[in-house]
């Protein structure tokens, strides 16, 4: 803490916005999805890029100003992306020990599939109040996070469908 004094006198900006990358701290390897410091990192994230408004979803960053809606900051940090949150869909997914948790996930999946075009083409982000896409569509990414996500879903859940004595598969 000391250092991040000493550098903020010295001249030295830091940019202390929240965004959804730090994501990639668990898919990459750096920690584990359980490690409490990811816990405490995607919790601030879930919890300060969320957007309260009937449409929901992960903002990008705080104060998002591409394809930017609203001003209203506190209820929308940013549009919401498919992308990012099918990230915190893939951050629970990975910290799911039961089937009731891994159920938890389906509600951001079905989120993202929700806001597909009736071509079944995912944008980029979404409008925050009425849920229509917004910029690039389709976009690849947000495709392969939705593929990712669900594969992640589907191994999970096989994962926690073993017998206990044996560890073999209980689906046959």
């Not at 100003?65 to 951050?91: F, H, K, M």
Request: hydrophobic fraction near 40%; include cysteine.
């Amino acid at each position: 803490m000391r250092k991040f004094i000493d550098d903020l006198q010295s001249g030295c900006d830091y940019d202390l916005t929240l965004d959804a990358t730090p994501f990639g701290l668990f898919p990459f390897g750096a920690f584990e999805a359980t490690d409490p410091r990811v816990v405490a990192t995607m919790e601030a994230v879930r919890t300060g890029l969320w957007v309260w408004t009937d449409v929901r979803g992960l903002a990008r960053y705080e104060d998002d100003w591409y394809w930017q809606v609203s001003q209203d900051i506190a209820r929308v940090p940013g549009n919401p992306w498919i992308t990012c949150t099918l990230w915190l869909a893939e951050w629970k997914i990975r910290r799911a020990t039961s089937e009731a948790d891994l159920a938890l996930t389906l509600d951001l999946l079905q989120w993202a599939a929700a806001h597909a075009r009736p071509s079944g083409c995912l944008p980029e982000q979404v409008h925050p109040y009425t849920g229509a896409p917004l910029s690039v569509s389709p976009l690849t990414w947000s495709h392969a996070a939705f593929v990712q996500a669900l594969l992640s879903y589907r191994d999970k859940l096989h994962a926690l469908k073993v017998s206990p004595t044996c560890g073999d598969s209980l689906r046959k």
